[in-house]
């Protein structure tokens, strides 16, 4: 990682600050795919802390997957496919893995619920004959550029990263924060690579947020907020996690300033004064 904030494959850059305008997709992060699940993923397990700390970061959307078999599915050994029994629907083996935190996750897509055709990407089917609106989700909500983690690396997260490039989106893979079936880590980045996909780590880019979120742009990541309809609870709950959270703030200034938005009254006389939280926000961005 170059000192402003740059890291990437192939010889490229890629600028590590997450914005509003970048989306997280977390990939079946589910417990059949855990290790000691039907068909665990060496090492899944050992990615859930990293996913878990980059869902605190200002992503302007966090997605989850879910895998979401019929009984018999097209793609099990039983029905003549590739893969054991996994990630029935309704089944314990299909929820999402216990340690996965999901208090920042906006919303989440299920595939692979057509018992005739498998869904590795989380924008359609393999046979691309149903979508799951995923692209017009993140349109929706200004997203630019997506970044990718999760299992498995060579085929769920590889097809996602795909069609996320063909949607029109710049997409990054953190390879640290995904894990593999077969092929090895070195291969896939290469492969991605030579589709347009850049790859980088997600501790780089946690590293570079740690020392990178400064007032200015603590300032603009609750400016963001403004624009939500229940504004005031969301910079409350934004700024509350900001005191708290590893970024904690070193200003005293800063600190009484977040704790201040935290407090707000959200009720209507509050909900129509954006000229107050205004007011303190560009207290922040002065400190």
């Known amino acids: 990682m170059t000192a402003n904030g740059h890291?990437?494959?192939?010889?490229r850059e890629v600028s590590?600050?997450?914005?509003?305008?970048?989306?997280?997709?977390?990939?079946?992060m589910q417990v059949d795919f855990m290790p000691g699940g039907t068909l665990g993923v060496a090492g899944a397990d050992g990615i859930v802390p990293l996913i878990n700390r980059l869902g605190e970061l200002p992503f302007g959307l966090i997605a989850a997957t879910q895998d979401w078999h019929p009984a018999a599915h097209v793609s099990f050994d039983m029905q003549g496919g590739p893969w054991p029994v996994h990630c029935v629907a309704g089944t314990k083996g299909a929820e999402l893995a216990p340690d996965l935190a999901q208090a920042h996750i906006g919303v989440v897509l299920r595939k692979g619920m057509h018992p005739d055709t498998d869904s590795y990407s989380a924008f359609e089917d393999n046979a691309r004959a149903s979508r799951t609106g995923l692209d017009g989700l993140l349109r929706g909500r200004g997203i630019k550029r997506v970044f990718v983690v999760g299992v498995a690396l060579d085929y769920c997260v590889a097809a996602t990263a795909r069609d996320a490039v063909r949607a029109g989106f710049a997409t990054v893979v953190l390879t640290d924060a995904c894990r593999g079936v077969a092929e090895s880590v070195a291969a896939m980045e290469a492969a991605l690579v030579s589709e347009g996909i850049e790859t980088t780590r997600a501790v780089d880019v946690l590293a570079?947020?740690?020392?990178?979120?400064?007032?200015r742009k603590i300032a603009s990541v609750l400016e963001s907020l403004l624009a939500r309809k229940s504004y005031v609870q969301a910079i409350a709950g934004?700024?509350?996690?900001?005191?708290?959270s590893h970024y904690r703030p070193r200003s005293s200034i800063l600190s009484d300033a977040l704790m201040e938005l935290a407090v707000m009254d959200a009720g209507p006389e509050f909900e129509l004064d954006r000229d107050a939280i205004r007011a303190i926000i560009d207290r922040i961005r002065s400190v």
């Open 7 to 11: 890291s990437g494959s192939g010889g």
């Open 16 to 28: 590590l600050f997450i914005t509003p305008a970048d989306a997280l997709l977390i990939i079946d």
């Open 208 to 215: 570079l947020m740690d020392r990178g979120l400064t007032p």
């Open 238 to 244: 934004k700024a509350l996690e900001m005191d708290n």
